[in-house]
């Protein structure tokens, strides 16, 4: 079955600078979706990136990137000039292309970001 | 805007109650979710759907019943609450992975509170 590690619980990140939060998982798999969410306090929970594994460039969305590294099945994402507003718990989460369509998701990194 | 929604927001209810959790997409998604959060955060699947009359349970074993008999709308019932229930329930939803975006989208959740 695949899994999905978040190895660290909380980080903690001054405004203004930059934090990477790690991601490692399992699968036997070759064609598959890798996920960033984020869900701010009492708010909805909302994708923040998104990888295909057959890409081998990396995705970028704004301040937000990830090091995608296939082989050693890994999927940290990198947040450049923290806001505020990032703060939150982050998801990583695997799906398989096809077959059950489910979500695999780590357990989560709270990110608190000091002004 | 294509969205999705839960209500309630927040309920508390006493011990006995039967209460029904609503979640609707406008997005035509055929696949849909229920999660369960534990006070950590981690995110538990408890039912799914893959389109009209269809359910199957999750990994997390869940005394709550969910249906399917449209497209947009999945309640989720719990016949006789119990505090044993009080947690946060989101709902998703998802296109299929061969569409070529994949991801889920969810609601803002469920508070639920049995005293």
Known sequence: AQTVTQSQPEMSVQEAETVTLSCTYDTSESDYYLFWYKQPPSRQMILVIRQEAYKQQNATENRFSVNFQKAAKSFSLKISDSQLGDAAMYFCAYLPQGGSEKLVFGKGTKLTVNP | ?115
Not at chain 2, 9 to 28: A, N, P
Not at chain 2, 29 to 34: A, F
Not at chain 2, 50 to 62: A, C, I, R
Not at chain 2, 64 to 75: A, G, L, M
């Open chain 2, 1 to 115: 805007e294509a969205d999705i929604y839960q209500t309630p927001r927040y309920l508390v209810i006493g011990t006995g109650k039967k209460i029904t959790l609503e979640c609707s997409q406008t997005m035509g998604h055929d696949k849909m979710y229920w999660y369960q959060q534990d006070p950590g955060m981690e995110l538990h699947l408890i039912h799914y759907s893959y389109g009209v009359n269809s359910t199957e349970k999750g990994d997390l074993s869940s005394e709550s019943t969910v249906s399917r008999i449209r497209t947009e709308h999945f309640p989720l019932t719990l016949e006789s609450a119990r505090p044993s229930h009080t947690s946060q329930y989101l709902c998703a939803s998802s296109e299929y992975s061969w569409t070529g975006r994949g991801g889920y989208t969810f609601g803002s959740g469920t508070r639920l509170t049995v005293v």
